[in-house]
């Protein structure tokens, strides 16, 4: 079994829509994060988590919200989705900060 | 202003043969650098940590190395293999690791 399992792989929504994305991970770690990738872009730090009472905002959090419902588990919400958010979703954690542990992704279009 | 920047943005190699990715960064103060390999579909996974005092480290037919007086490191893959083929992420930790700044990465092809 996936040691971060993000759910789900896929998924198309329309505009105006609110979705979430679910991150469980059977690591242990405290830290927990949520990543978007884009073409020739890289990976960009939406929210991240260092505990269950900790939430802190990355370089790209506006039109999303995160909850942290448990060590294991991070949820990442898109409030009213528009087409700009469709990218490739990771959640990732980590025990000191430095390495990072990745789920599969998960594939968001938004039409 | 943190930045790393990987080059070539893109390469394709035939089968069997070396190559060398690079790694520019402006992080300071540096704590580490990792590259990660990311196969297509998946999330990346880390393949090596340099952290100041090392100058070079191998993992199978992969090598890293490190000039921290140049803010320049390297990964070389020898006797390449078609399951090379992915996107190859460089990303520098900042002091205390509380900060982690990506490249952009450079997506190696491998052909028969």
């Known amino acids: 079994d996936a040691d971060v399992t993000q759910t789900p792989r896929n998924r198309i929504t329309k505009t105006g829509k609110r979705i979430m994305l679910e991150c469980s991970q059977t690591k242990g770690h405290d830290r927990m994060y949520w990543y978007r990738q884009d073409p020739g872009l890289g990976l960009r730090l939406i929210y991240y988590?260092?505990?269950?009472?900790?939430?802190n905002k990355g370089e790209i959090s506006d039109g999303y919200s995160v909850s942290r419902q448990a060590q294991a588990k991070f949820s990442l919400s898109l409030e009213s989705a528009i087409p700009n958010q469709t990218a490739l979703y990771f959640c990732?954690?980590?025990?000191?900060?430095?390495?990072?542990?990745f789920g599969s992704g998960t594939q968001l279009s938004v039409l | 202003k943190n930045q790393v920047e990987q080059s070539p943005q893109s390469l394709i190699i035939l089968e069997g043969k070396n190559c060398t990715l690079q790694c520019n960064y402006t992080v300071s103060p540096f704590s580490n650098l990792r590259w990660y390999k990311q196969d297509t579909g998946r999330g990346p996974v880390s393949l090596t940590i340099?952290?100041?005092?090392?100058n070079t480290k191998s993992n199978g037919r992969y090598t890293a190395t490190l000039d921290a007086d140049t803010k320049q490191s390297s990964l070389h893959i020898t006797a390449s293999q078609l399951s090379d083929s992915a996107s190859y992420i460089c990303v520098v930790s900042a002091q205390a690791g509380t900060a982690l700044i990506f490249g952009k990465g450079t997506t190696l092809s491998v052909s028969s």
């Open positions: 990732a954690t980590s025990e000191t900060g430095s390495k990072l542990f």
């Open positions: 988590s260092f505990d269950v009472k900790d939430i």
């Open positions: 340099m952290t100041f005092s090392e």
